[in-house]
C-alpha cells in the first residue's frame, strides 16, 4: 500500500490542528527524544483502540501514558514517594515509572491491569502537543507490532504511512533508544522492566535501595501481563540477525558477499556495501541514537543474514545489547505473543 499521511512541520497552526485531531479522537504520530510514538487521547478507549489497530498490537500489550505537567501523574496514576523523587529528578525525560493507575485510564490502556506507565517526554513539540490537546496522551512506539522503533518522520509514513494520516515531524530521535521502563507498584521492591538510556545505577543511586530484577521474556501469559515489552523478538529486522560478543575482520574476510556485519565502531582496515557500524568512534550514545535506522538500512539491501556485535556492557551499552538481544531472538511462539 502506497503511504498516505502527511508528515507536518511543527508551527503553531500546524500544532494546534493536530491538538485538534487528537481532541476529536484521532491518531498523530510524534517526534520524542526516544523514539517516534503513535498518540491518541489517553481517556478515550475509542481512541487508543485505533493505535492497537493501526499498529497490529495484539490488546494485551499495554500502552504508555504521556504528560506535560507532574499535577497530570496524580490524573492518570497513584504515585508514591519514590515515583515522585525519580520523576523530579529525571524528567522530562526517557523514564517511564509503571504505578496504580486511577479511574480517568480506560481499561484498554492497560490491558486490563490495574496498574499504568507514564512518562513525561522530553521533546519540546510533543510537550507543546500534549499541552494544547488538553489531556494526557497515550502513544507506543510508530511502528507496526514487533518491528524496529521508528527514530524519523520518515521512518514512520514507509511503515504505517497507509493507515494513519498525521506525522509531527520533530526531527531524528535525540536518544533513539526506547525509555528505561521502572515498576514502582510496590516502591520498596522497585524493578526495572526494560532498560533505557536512565540507567539501573542511576535509579537505585536516588532511590537509595537495590532494582528487583525483573525476570526474563517468555514466561507464559503471568509474566506477558507484568511486563509485555519484554516478550522476546521485538524490535526486530526482516533480516535473520545472530549476535556475537565480538566481531573481527577476519570473520568478515570469511564471510560471503550476501552477509552483512554490523560493527559498534567503524572497523580499521575493512569495508565495502556489507559492512556497517554504528558510531565512527564507537561512543555509545551515537551508537544507540543509530542502531534502529541502520537496521532498516541492512534490511532495506536485502542481505541473507546480519552479523552483529555486542556493544561494552553498562550504562546506555546494557540497553542497547537489550535490543540487539531482542531482535536476534527466533521462533516469536506466536500464540502466546497474539493471544489478546
Ligand atoms: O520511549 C518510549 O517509551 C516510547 C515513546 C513513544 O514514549 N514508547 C514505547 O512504547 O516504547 P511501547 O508501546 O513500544 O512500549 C511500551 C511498553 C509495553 O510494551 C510494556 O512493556 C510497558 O511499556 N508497559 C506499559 N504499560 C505497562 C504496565 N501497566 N505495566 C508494565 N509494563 C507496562
Ligand atoms: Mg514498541
Redesign the pocket.
Known amino acids: 500500500m502506497t503511504p498516505t499521511a502527511r508528515i507536518h512541520r511543527g508551527t503553531p497552526r500546524n500544532l494546534a490542528r493536530l491538538a485538534a485531531r487528537l481532541r476529536a479522537g484521532g491518531l498523530v504520530a510524534?517526534p520524542?527524544?526516544?523514539?517516534?510514538?503513535?498518540?491518541a487521547d489517553a481517556t478515550s478507549a475509542r481512541a487508543c483502540r485505533r493505535i492497537f489497530a493501526a499498529k497490529g498490537?495484539p490488546a494485551n500489550?499495554?500502552?504508555?501514558?504521556?504528560i506535560a505537567s507532574l499535577r497530570d501523574l496524580a490524573r492518570v496514576s497513584r504515585p508514591n514517594e519514590a515515583a515522585l523523587k525519580l520523576a523530579r529528578k529525571f524528567w522530562p525525560g526517557?523514564l517511564?515509572i509503571?504505578l496504580p493507575?486511577t479511574g480517568e485510564v480506560p481499561d484498554i490502556?492497560?490491558?486490563g491491569?490495574?496498574?499504568?506507565?507514564v512518562?513525561m517526554?522530553a521533546h519540546p513539540l510533543f510537550r507543546r502537543l500534549i499541552r494544547l490537546a488538553g489531556r494526557p496522551l497515550a502513544?507506543?512506539?510508530?511502528?507496526p507490532f514487533g518491528s524496529v522503533?521508528p527514530t524519523t518522520a520518515e521512518h514512520v509514513r514507509k511503515s504505517l504511512g497507509s493507515r494513519i494520516r498525521d506525522i509531527l515531524d520533530g526531527g531524528p530521535a535525540r536518544?533513539g533508544?526506547?525509555?528505561?521502563?521502572v515498576?514502582l507498584?510496590d516502591p520498596s521492591r522497585p524493578a526495572i522492566?526494560?532498560p533505557?538510556a536512565i540507567t539501573a545505577v542511576e535509579i537505585s543511586r536516588l532511590l537509595r535501595t537495590r532494582l528487583v530484577r525483573a525476570r526474563g521474556p517468555g514466561r507464559g501469559k503471568a509474566q506477558a501481563?507484568?511486563?509485555?515489552?519484554?516478550?522476546a523478538r521485538?524490535y526486530s529486522p526482516r533480516t535473520p540477525l545472530f549476535l556475537h560478543p565480538r566481531l573481527s575482520a577476519a570473520q568478515v574476510a570469511r564471510g560471503r558477499p550476501d552477509e552483512a556485519w554490523l560493527f559498534i565502531a567503524r572497523p580499521a582496515g575493512i569495508g565495502g556495501p556489507n559492512v556497517f557500524w554504528l558510531a565512527a568512534g564507537g561512543d555509545v550514545r551515537g551508537a544507540a541514537r543509530s542502531l534502529f535506522s541502520t537496521l532498516r538500512r541492512i534490511d532495506e539491501a536485502g542481505f541473507r543474514i546480519l552479523h552483529a556485535e555486542r556493544a561494552p556492557c553498562g550504562g546506555l551499552g546494557d540497553a542497547l545489547n537489550d535490543r540487539l538481544t531482542r531482535a536476534a531472538a527466533r521462533d516469536p511462539s506466536p500464540k502466546r505473543l497474539r493471544r489478546p
Not at 113 to 117: G, I, Q, R
Not at 177 to 181: A, V, Y
Not at 225 to 231: E, I, V
Open positions: 510524534v520524542t527524544e526516544t523514539v517516534y510514538g503513535l498518540a498490537r500489550d499495554p500502552l504508555i501514558v504521556h526517557p517511564t509503571v493507575k490502556v492497560t490491558a491491569l490495574p496498574s499504568v506507565a512518562r517526554p502513544a507506543p512506539s510508530a511502528n522503533s536518544i533508544l526506547e525509555s528505561t521502563i515498576d507498584r522492566l526494560r533505557g501481563q507484568a511486563a509485555p515489552g519484554r516478550m521485538h
